[in-house]
C-alpha cells in the first residue's frame, strides 16, 4: 500500500461509518498515504472491472464547478458534472471535460528542473529536497518587499496560503490575474456595483426567472463569469414558470453564439452602449409615466439611434419591450466593458434594471453570496493594476518572484512589457504543471500536481443562490515527479525558519485545509455536518464541497441608482485605423485548453473552424477590399502587427473585425505552440475608469498579403456559402 502505512494501518485509519466508506473510496484524508500499485497488487478497494467514482472541483476556469470523475484501476477515464453542487448541477462545459486531456498530456512537466539560460531548452533535473531548498532561499536571502507571488483566479486555497504568509512576514500580498477575467472585465463590473449599490461584489443577474432580458456584450452562454450557470438560467428564461417563452435581445458588434441565440440581435456600432443604455431608459420612463430620472433626462434617443446605427423605431421598440414586462432584466458585460467608457457602460446597464424594480428579486440584479469561509468579495487584479506591478518589476523592486497558475507571457497584452521587465528580476520560480511561455523564462520548474490529483479548494463567486465552496482531492495518485505547491511552501518556510515557519506551522496541505474548513462544522444551515473534523472532511470530499441550504443573495441598496448622472459619451478609440478591433475569448479553448487536442479538434460554434486562428469579417467589406475566405491580412495596430486568414462572417458589422484569443503560443507543448496568432499581441496600454483594459477600444487596418491559408473548419461551405451550387459538371 505504501511506505508508510501497512494495508492494515490503513484500513485502521478508515474508522467506522460513513467516514469508513469516504476513505475506502479514496475520499478520506488517509488517502493521501496511498500510492498507485501495479495491477497484481491491486489494493482491497480497487476490484478489476469495477468504477471508482470521486467528487472534486473543476480547475480549467475560476468559476468552482463540481466535477464527478470516474476511475478504473487507478486511472481517471471520464468527468461529468457533480449534481449536488448547487453552481453546475451535474452539467460541465467542454473544458471540464477535455480535463483529461490536460491530466494524461505527454508534454506534462514531469520532474523539478533547473534552466541554463532564460528561453532556452538546456535544462537540468533536480530531486525535490534541492528544489524545496532553493525556495527556502528565495525567501530569507532576500527582503519581504523585494518577494512576490503572481497567481492565477485558481485555487483559493493556495491563494489563502500564501496570502496568510504574505501577512505575517511582510511580504508582497500575492497578486492574482488571469486573462479570462480580464475579458469578463470584472473590476469594472465589480467597481460599477459599488458605485450604484455601495458595496464593490460580482452582481449575479437571475436570468432564470426573468421574462426579457437585455444583454449589451455579455457572452453568458460561452466565456462569461460562469457559463455553465447562465446556461441552466438560460434555459429558465425559455421555459419560465409561468409556462410563457421569455425573450431575449443582445446588444453586440460582432455576433456570439449568445447572440445566436437572441430572439434579436442588435448590431450597433462599438462605444455606444452607454448612449444606447440611456436612451432605451428614457423612452421606458416616458412609456411609464412619472418624473424622468435624472440618469436619462440628459440623453437624446434621436443622437442616440444616429451614433449607433440603430433606427429610432427600434430604439422604441425595445423600449416597449423592456417597460412592458414585469420581469424585464439588463446584462453588461464583455467588449461593452472593454473600453475607454466601459464603466458608464456597466452604469447605465445596471440603471436600467432599477426602471424594472428588479433588484433583489426573482428575474432581477443580485449581489452574489460570498463563499462559507469569505468574508469579502476578492477580485482579480486589473490589468492597470498588473501594469504597475510590471513596472517594479522593471524598475528592480522585485528579487524573486514565483508564478503559480497563470501565464502573463501569453495572458498579458505584449505592449504591457512583462517580458522585458522580468529581465530586471534576479530569480524567477515557476510552478507551472505545463512548459508554457513563462516557465521557458523561468530559472527554475517546480511542477504541481494537475488539477485532478490535487487537494484543495475553490470558492464560488457568482452563479449560484446558495454560498458554495467547491472542494477538491486526487482523484489519481500523481503519474510524475510533481508536488503540491502548497506542500512545496509549507516545507521551504520550515527551513527557512523565522516568520516563514510560524506563518506556515502545518506539516502538510491537507493539515492546512483542515484549518480552513473546520469552522465550518459548527454552522446548521450547512449541506454537511458531522460531530469531528475527520468525519466532517471525508463528508466534504464526499460531496465534493460544502454550501449552505438557504438562498444568501443581497439585494441591493438600490435608492440612488436612478438620481445619479451617468456620462453618454461615446468611447474614444485608439490607432488610425478603419475597422473596430474586437478580441474575443474562444469558448472552446480559451486561455489555456489550446494544448488539450479534444479542444483543438472541437468545432468553435459560430465558424466551425478548428485548429487555427481567423479573422471575422463582413462579406461586404471583404468585397470591397478584394478579400476572398482563406485570404491571409496583415492586421496592423498601434501596439503591433499579426498575420492571419479570413473567414467572412456575415453576422459582424462591416467597420468591424474580430480574433478568437486562445491560440498563438510559443510554448505549452506540441498540441499548442506555433499555431495561428495572439491577438492581445494587437492590443495597447489604454485602461478605462476603473482600471480594466481598453481591450476592445482599438482601430486597426487591414492589408492584404496575397497569401492563402485554407481553414480546417467543419462546416460545409456548399451548404453555407452555395459555392459549387448550380456549376455545370
Known amino acids: 500500500m505504501s511506505e508508510k502505512f501497512s494495508r492494515r494501518d490503513f484500513l485502521k485509519l478508515a474508522g467506522v461509518g460513513a467516514a469508513t466508506s469516504a476513505i475506502l473510496t479514496g475520499c478520506g484524508p488517509a488517502s493521501r498515504y496511498v500510492k498507485r500499485e501495479p495491477y497484481m497488487q491491486m489494493p482491497e478497494y480497487n476490484y478489476n472491472g469495477q468504477s471508482t ?17 470516474r476511475t478504473v484501476q ?73 518577494i512576490a507571488f503572481l497567481m ?16 505575517a512576514t511582510g511580504m508582497n500580498a500575492p497578486l492574482r490575474f488571469g486573462a479570462l477575467g480580464m475579458f469578463e472585465a470584472r473590476a469594472t463590473l465589480s467597481k460599477a456595483a459599488e458605485n450604484l449599490f455601495g458595496e464593490a461584489s ?47 435581445v443582445q446588444f453586440e ?48 434617443p434621436i443622437d442616440a439611434a444616429s451614433k449607433s446605427g440603430i433606427k429610432l423605431e427600434t430604439l422604441e421598440h425595445l423600449a416597449g419591450m423592456f417597460a412592458g414586462s414585469n420581469g424585464a432584466l439588463a446584462i453588461p458585460g464583455g467588449p461593452a466593458l472593454g473600453q475607454s467608457n466601459g464603466l458608464a457602460v456597466a452604469e447605465a446597464v445596471l440603471a436600467l434594471n432599477a426602471i424594472s424594480d428588479n433588484f433583489g428579486k426573482p428575474g432581477g440584479v443580485y449581489l452574489s453570496a460570498l463563499a462559507p469561509n469569505q468574508s469579502e468579495y476578492q477580485r482579480p487584479a486589473s490589468a492597470q493594476e498588473m501594469q504597475e506591478f510590471v513596472q517594479k518589476m522593471a524598475d528592480g523592486k522585485i528579487k524573486v518572484l514565483f508564478v ?17 521587465a522580468s529581465k530586471s528580476v534576479s530569480q524567477i520560480i515557476s510552478f507551472a504543471t505545463f512548459p508554457d511561455e513563462t516557465a521557458r523564462e523561468a530559472d527554475y520548474v517546480f511542477p504541481d500536481h494537475h488539477g485532478l490529483e490535487s487537494w484543495g479548494y475553490q470558492r464560488v463567486a457568482t452563479g449560484s443562490a446558495q454560498p458554495v465552496l467547491s472542494g477538491a482531492q486526487p ?74 441550504n438557504s438562498d444568501e443573495r443581497v439585494a441591493p441598496k438600490a435608492g440612488d441608482a436612478l438620481n445619479r448622472e451617468i456620462s453618454a459619451e461615446v468611447a474614444e478609440f485608439a490607432g488610425e485605423g478603419e475597422f473596430f478591433f474586437v478580441p474575443f475569448v474562444s469558448p472552446t479553448l480559451a486561455e489555456a485548453g489550446a494544448n488539450k487536442p479534444w479542444l483543438q479538434e472541437l468545432p468553435d460554434p459560430t465558424t466551425t473552424v478548428m485548429w487555427n486562428t481567423w479573422v471575422e469579417m463582413n462579406p461586404e467589406t471583404a468585397h470591397e477590399l478584394g478579400i476572398e475566405n482563406d485570404d491571409v491580412v496583415r492586421i496592423v495596430s498601434e501596439a503591433g502587427e499579426l498575420e492571419v486568414p479570413v473567414y467572412l462572417y456575415p453576422a459582424i458589422r462591416p467597420d468591424t473585425i474580430a480574433i478568437p484569443f486562445g491560440q498563438g503560443h510559443t510554448a505549452y507543448g506540441r498540441y499548442a505552440e506555433n499555431r495561428g496568432v495572439n491577438p492581445a499581441d494587437l492590443l495597447g496600454q489604454h485602461f478605462n475608469e476603473a482600471g480594466d483594459l481598453a481591450f476592445a477600444g482599438m ?31
Request: net charge neutral; hydrophobic share 40%; glycine share 12%.
Open 53 to 69: 467514482y470521486y467528487a472534486t472541483t473543476c480547475r480549467e476556469c475560476a468559476a468552482g464547478c463540481g466535477l464527478i470523475v
Open 74 to 146: 487507478g486511472r481517471a477515464i471520464k468527468t461529468e458534472g457533480n449534481a449536488g453542487n448547487p453552481l453546475n448541477l451535474g452539467k460541465t462545459c467542454a473544458r471540464g471535460q477535455a480535463t483529461l486531456h490536460g491530466l494524461y498530456n505527454p508534454d506534462r512537466v514531469q520532474e523539478p528542473l533547473k534552466r541554463s539560460a532564460r528561453g532556452g531548452d538546456s535544462t537540468q533535473a533536480m530531486d525535490w529536497d534541492a528544489a524545496i531548498q532553493v525556495v527556502a532561499d528565495a525567501l530569507k536571502n532576500n527582503k519581504p518587499e523585494e
Open 152 to 167: 492565477g483566479m485558481a485555487p483559493d486555497h493556495l491563494f489563502d496560503l500564501v496570502s496568510d504568509l504574505a501577512k
Open 202 to 248: 460580482l452582481p449575479f443577474f437571475d436570468v432564470g426567472g426573468a421574462q426579457v432580458v437585455f444583454s449589451f456584450g455579455a457572452n453568458f452562454l460561452e466565456t462569461w463569469l460562469s457559463p455553465v450557470s447562465y446556461t441552466r438560467g438560460f434555459a429558465g428564461l425559455r421555459e419560465a414558470k409561468t409556462k410563457m417563452r421569455g425573450k431575449f
Open 253 to 300: 458588434s460582432r455576433m456570439s453564439q449568445t447572440g445566436g441565440k437572441a430572439d434579436e440581435w442588435i448590431p450597433l456600432r462599438p462605444g455606444t452602449e452607454a448612449l444606447v443604455a440611456l436612451a432605451i431608459g428614457k423612452l421606458a420612463s416616458e412609456i411609464r409615466g412619472g418624473a424622468m430620472p435624472r440618469a436619462f433626462e440628459n440623453v437624446d
Open 404 to 420: 503559480h497558475g497563470v501565464n502573463p507571457l501569453f495572458e498579458l497584452p505584449t505592449a504591457l512589457g512583462f517580458g522585458g
Open 475 to 548: 482523484v489519481v495518485s500523481p503519474y510524475y515527479n510533481t508536488r503540491a505547491t502548497a506542500d512545496v511552501l509549507i516545507a521551504a518556510a520550515q527551513l527557512a525558519g523565522g516568520s516563514f515557519a510560524s506563518a506556515l506551522p502545518f506539516k502538510d496541505e491537507v493539515e492546512f485545509l483542515h484549518g480552513k474548513v473546520s469552522a465550518l462544522m459548527g454552522e446548521v444551515d450547512g449541506s454537511i455536518s458531522a460531530p469531528d473534523l475527520p468525519t466532517f472532511m471525508a463528508y466534504f470530499q464526499q460531496h465534493g464541497g460544502y454550501w449552505r
Open 699 to 729: 482601430k486597426v487596418k487591414v492589408e492584404k498579403t496575397g497569401a492563402k491559408k485554407p481553414l480546417s473548419r467543419l462546416e460545409s461551405m456548399m451548404g453555407v456559402y452555395g459555392i459549387g451550387l448550380g456549376e455545370e459538371h
